[in-house]
Structures are given as C-alpha cells and as structure tokens.
C-alpha cells in the first residue's frame, strides 16, 4: 500500500513521531511497536483502546500509520491539553491518499 500525504508541516522526525505518540497517550490509547502480518501495518483494538504498529516499518511509515490511526479513533478534545488539541485539529486538516 502506497501513502501519500499532503502537508507542508509534516516532518518525518523521530521527535514528530514522539510528538504524535504523546497525543496517543494523551488520548488514552496504548501504543506498541510489534512484529505482525498486518496488512494495513498496524492494528486498532479499539476495546482495550490499544494500538499495535508494526516495529519493523520505516520511520515515515510508522509517522503515516499513527496519523492515519488518530483520524480514526475517538479522541475526546476535552481531555487534551490546548498545544494537543490544536496539533489533533491540525492532524485532521492533513491528507492522505492511498
């Protein structure tokens, strides 16, 4: 599967990953890095609000799945702090094509 995204702030960094693995956390969700056949390269156990992203994968991809994943989840903004729900609010503006 092919990504590509359209955003002039998206930074294939590993502090933009941990900046996006914060919102995670921040969301409530749990994130770990496993070896897996996933299709997608990651899995969303929504019950348990646990995510799963393949350990293998390429820095941008793992960015790509994790943005990808925060677009799909309930995130509830009332939770986040302001710096993160502007980050999420932005997050949503970006797009992706497969």
Request: glycine content about 4%; hydrophobic content about 35%.
């Amino acid at each position: 599967m092919q990504y590509t995204l359209f955003s002039m702030q998206t930074k294939f960094t590993p502090s933009y990953l941990a900046k996006l693995e914060s919102l995670l956390k921040e969301s409530g969700y749990k994130l770990r890095y496993e070896k897996g056949n996933f299709k997608s390269g990651f899995c969303v156990l929504e019950a348990s609000k646990v995510v799963v992203v393949n350990k293998f994968s390429s820095i941008d991809n793992k960015i790509t799945f994790i943005q990808e994943i925060i677009r799909q989840v309930q995130i509830d903004e009332e939770t986040l702090e302001e710096k993160s729900r502007q980050f999420l609010q932005e997050l949503r503006q970006t797009e992706i094509k497969f």
